[in-house]
T-cell receptor, first 112, second 114 residues
Framework: KQEVTQIPAALSVPEGENLVLNCSFT??????LQWFRQDPGKGLTSLLL?????REQTSGRLNASLDKSSGRSTLYIAASQPGDSATYLC???????????FGKGTSLLVTP | GAGVSQSPSNKVTEKGKDVELRCDPI?????LYWYRQSLGQGLEFLIY????????KSGLPSDRFSAERTGGSVSTLTIQRTQQEDSAVYLC????????????FGPGTRLTVT
């Protein structure tokens, strides 16, 4: 069973800082990996999808990297803003199934 | 275009009652998923539909849970004889490419069993 760990569990930074969220997973046989953000009381918003053959994927101030062989992904957020405050979830899609396996997330607070 | 929609947004029910939760996927998406998010538990997979294939029910926690998808579009998740431990947010997602595409989530249904 795929186990997903996200570190740190919570993070508070001042506006403007660059930050890195870490995700590790136990089964490296994945098809792709998605990063989501979840605002309180809301559903999940897809941020980036990175295929297993890719090393990086970028969208605006967000950059996700994937090292499949070591079971790691990172989400880099540049020039953080208060609107980035949310919970960030990492979800690999294992080759053995079609469901996403979720970590417990990193709760990010960006202070003005 | 329209995203994934779910109804109701909130549902409060008494223990032992049956409930039905509805999901409308993005038009044209062939794959549909149900997940559950419980306090402190994280998101867990419940069931997956792909086109007209038999659904993958491997995540359903008990036989009180069932789901159907009519006409390859709208899906209903039914929980019979609800228990307090069923209280959670039920999230639906859809993807264009079955099983391997980017998943788009609805806003969820918050179920509270009293």
């Amino acid at each position: 069973k795929q186990e997903v760990t996200q570190i740190p569990a919570a993070l508070s930074v001042p506006e403007g800082e660059n930050l890195v969220l870490n995700c590790s997973f136990t089964d490296s046989a994945i098809y792709n990996l998605q990063w989501f953000r979840q605002d309180p009381g809301k559903g999940l918003t897809s941020l980036l999808l990175i295929q297993s053959s890719q090393r990086e994927q970028t969208s605006g101030r967000l950059n996700a990297s994937l090292d499949k062989s070591s079971g790691r992904s990172t989400l880099y957020i540049a020039a953080s803003q208060p609107g980035d405050s949310a919970t960030y979830l990492c979800a690999p899609n294992s080759n053995s199934g079609y469901a996403l396996n979720f970590g417990k997330g990193t709760s990010l607070l960006v202070t003005p | 275009g329209a995203g994934v929609s779910q109804s109701p947004s909130n549902k409060v029910t008494e223990k032992g009652k049956d409930v039905e939760l509805r999901c409308d996927p993005i038009s044209g998406h062939t794959a549909l998923y149900w997940y559950r998010q419980s306090l402190g538990q994280g998101l867990e997979f419940l069931i997956y539909f792909q086109g007209n294939s038999a659904p993958d029910k491997s995540g359903l926690p008990s036989d009180r849970f069932s789901a159907e998808r009519t006409g390859g579009s709208v899906s209903t998740l039914t929980i019979q004889r609800t228990q307090q431990e069923d209280s959670a947010v039920y999230l639906c997602a859809s993807s264009l490419v079955g099983g391997r595409g980017e998943q788009y989530f609805g806003p969820g249904t918050r179920l509270t069993v009293t």
